[in-house]
C-alpha cells in the first residue's frame, strides 16, 4: 500500500469505530438502571 | 417479548454493564503502546471483566468505555506511512495492522451487536431504532433517489 492507501485504511476504521461507538452509546441512552445491569435468564439451562 | 417467553438463547447472556467492562478492557488491553508491545498486557486479568463489583457503576464503566475508545482513536491516529509495516503481537500471535485492526474491529462489533439488541429488549416499546424502521425500507430509499437527484441537478447548474 502506498501513503495515501494506507491514509486512506486508517481514515475507514477509524470511521468504522466511531460507528460502533456511537452504536452503542444510543442504544444504552435507550436502556434504565435496571436493564444496563440486567441478566437475562428464564431458568432454561 | 416478556421474559417468560425468551428464547434459549438469549437466557444466561451477560448484561450490558459486562459486555461494556470487558469491550473495555479489551481496549485498554490492546491498544496501550500497542506498537511497542503485546497487545495483551500483563495487568489484563480478563477473567474479571464478566464480574461486576460494587464499585462498577454504570457511570464508572461508561468512563472506562470512553477512556478505552480514546486509547483506539489515538492508537489509530498514530500510524502512518512510516510505522504502518511494524509486527504487532497479541499474545505471541504476530499480526500485521491490518490484521490487528480487523481482529478487533470484529470483535467490537460482536459485542455491539450483542449490546443494542439487549438495549432494545430492554427499552421495549420505547427503542428507536438505529437504522431504517421496519416497513419503511422503501420509503427511506426514495427519499435518498430524491435527494441524490436535488444535488445531481445543483451540480450540473454550478
Redesign the interface.
Known amino acids: 500500500m502506498n501513503a495515501e492507501q494506507i491514509q486512506n485504511f486508517l481514515d475507514e476504521i477509524g470511521d468504522s469505530f466511531h460507528t460502533l461507538k456511537r452504536q452503542v452509546e444510543i442504544s444504552v441512552k435507550q436502556v434504565d438502571d435496571e436493564g444496563f445491569f440486567a441478566i437475562l435468564d428464564n431458568g432454561y439451562q | 417479548m416478556t421474559?417468560?417467553?425468551?428464547p434459549?438463547w438469549?437466557?444466561?447472556?451477560?448484561?450490558?454493564?459486562?459486555i461494556?467492562k470487558h469491550l473495555a478492557g479489551n481496549m485498554i488491553s490492546r491498544w496501550t503502546d500497542f506498537l511497542t508491545t503485546d497487545c495483551e498486557t500483563p495487568d489484563r486479568y480478563r477473567d474479571q471483566e464478566f464480574i461486576?463489583t460494587p464499585s462498577d457503576t454504570?457511570q464508572y464503566l461508561?468512563a472506562r468505555?470512553e477512556t478505552g475508545?480514546q486509547l483506539?482513536?489515538g492508537a489509530?491516529?498514530s500510524?502512518?506511512?512510516i510505522n504502518?509495516i511494524t509486527t504487532v503481537y497479541i499474545r505471541g500471535e504476530a499480526h500485521s495492522i491490518?490484521r490487528a485492526?480487523h481482529r478487533q474491529?470484529t470483535h467490537?462489533?460482536y459485542h455491539?451487536g450483542q449490546?443494542?439488541q439487549?438495549?432494545?429488549?430492554?427499552?421495549g416499546d420505547?427503542?428507536?431504532t438505529?437504522s431504517i424502521p421496519r416497513g419503511q425500507s422503501e420509503t427511506f430509499n426514495e427519499t435518498l433517489r430524491q435527494k441524490q437527484m436535488k444535488r445531481k441537478n445543483l451540480d450540473n447548474k454550478g
Do not use: E, P, Q
Open positions: 421474559k417468560d417467553f425468551l434459549f438469549i437466557t444466561g447472556t451477560n448484561s450490558i454493564a459486562v461494556i461486576l454504570r461508561m468505555w475508545w483506539v482513536f489509530v491516529s500510524i502512518s506511512s504502518f491490518v485492526c474491529m467490537y462489533a455491539v449490546i443494542v439487549l438495549s432494545r429488549y430492554h427499552a420505547n427503542w428507536k438505529l
